[in-house]
């Protein structure tokens, strides 16, 4: 399996499975002499760790982070050398047996069946890598890239589940780290408690959109025409799994706007251009224009739910299946730090593509 690489100067590759004994990152191209400790790593994969709520999939894994490599202790604390950083998460609570019923069985909604027609096997025990386990290993790399853009603060919010939308009016960011949804409307907080509880008692699951701000970006990151800044979100964000749509400041909803509500007009104000609005989501071009850079992705509901399905089997047969185990009823929800970390690591490379090109 190839493709398991992101980045260009800031490059990050993942490693393992849903049910093997670990999983983890190797960071190339971060910069040398940049504190960084394994507590700080520890924060962001803490925010993204299952079994904190009954929200989400009760499978109990700590996500204890080990730096292997790439760092070492000087008079100024633990630094980085400029090699790579091979960060390590060790699986603790794998459940393989909930899925041998199923092991010849293509789950709806899941990758099985395309794994098994690309590579002529799969890993049934929870999907492998197709599984949402894999995105630890994104979250540890995101608390690299955040050492590298220390002056850009990256936010995370969901503001949607099914069809129930937050009250923008009524957003508050600190509200989103006092509730298990990460959202910022703290009544629409307490209505998704109940909707989901609902939902889950029934056995099914439920989609969200998710919101992610990166404040401080400079303006002038991205290239035209094939290194843009949004595409390359777009593509970081449309990675990860169970996302099935990306978009960009008023992204599909500019198709509903004329061009004067649309374009974000302009004033000079004290320290340089003001903008007016922000429908271009700060980028203009596919670079960035020191405004917010502001982007949404959708993830599908789980397709793991406990309501039998029609499917067919490796042999070609018709059958019916239902999925056991421990499984999130809205993966939405852990999907907000990932998102922050895929958004950390886009800037961050960026970044550094930047300041190789014009100094």
């Known amino acids: 399996m190839s493709f398991n690489t992101f980045g260009h100067m800031f490059r990050v590759t993942t490693f393992g499975e849903s049910h093997g004994p670990a999983l983890g990152c190797v960071v190339d191209g971060c910069p040398p002499q940049i504190p960084l400790t394994v507590e700080e790593i520890q924060l962001d994969l803490d925010r993204r760790r299952p079994g904190q709520s009954r929200f989400t999939t009760q499978r109990q894994e700590a996500d204890q982070v080990r730096i292997l490599s790439g760092v070492m202790d000087t008079d ?71 050492k590298i853009i220390p002056d850009v603060k990256v936010r995370g919010a969901l503001v949607q589940m099914g069809p129930h939308k937050i009250d923008r009016a009524a957003w508050d960011w600190d509200e989103v780290g006092r509730n298990p949804f990460f959202c910022p409307d703290k009544a629409k ?5 109940e909707y ?52 960009i400041g008023a992204g599909f909803g500019a198709a509903e706007l ?81 998102g922050e970390a895929m958004m950390a690591c886009v800037i961050a490379d960026h970044l550094l593509r930047h300041r190789g090109q014009v100094g």
């Open 196 to 247: 989901l509880d609902d939902i889950r008692k029934k056995g099914s699951s439920i989609g969200a959109v998710i919101e992610v701000v990166a404040e401080g970006v400079p303006a002038g990151l991205g290239a035209p025409i094939y290194g843009k800044l949004d595409s390359d979100l777009a593509l970081a964000l449309m990675s990860i799994n169970a996302v099935k749509g990306v978009e």
């Open 258 to 338: 004329h061009g004067e509500e649309n374009a974000d007009e302009m004033r000079m104000g004290n320290n340089g251009p003001v903008f007016l609005s922000n429908h271009a989501g700060g980028i203009l071009g596919g670079i960035s224009t020191g405004q917010p850079v502001v982007a949404r992705f959708a993830v599908k509901p789980t397709s793991s739910i406990l309501t039998p399905r029609r499917t067919i089997d490796k042999a070609g047969a018709d059958t019916d299946i239902m999925t056991k185990g421990r499984h999130d009823p809205c993966v939405g929800i852990r999907a907000v730090p990932v």
């Open 76 to 146: 100024k604390g633990q630094v980085t050398t400029g090699t790579p950083i091979a960060l390590m998460i060790e699986n603790t609570d794998q459940r393989s047996k909930d899925y041998s019923e199923i092991k010849d069985k293509f789950r709806p909604g899941h990758a099985d069946f395309t794994y098994e027609a690309k590579y002529g096997l799969r890993d049934y025990r929870g999907g492998g890598r197709s599984s949402a386990r894999e995105t630890a290993a994104r979250v540890a790399a995101g608390a690299v890239a955040r």
């Open 189 to 193: 907080a307490d209505f998704f408690a």
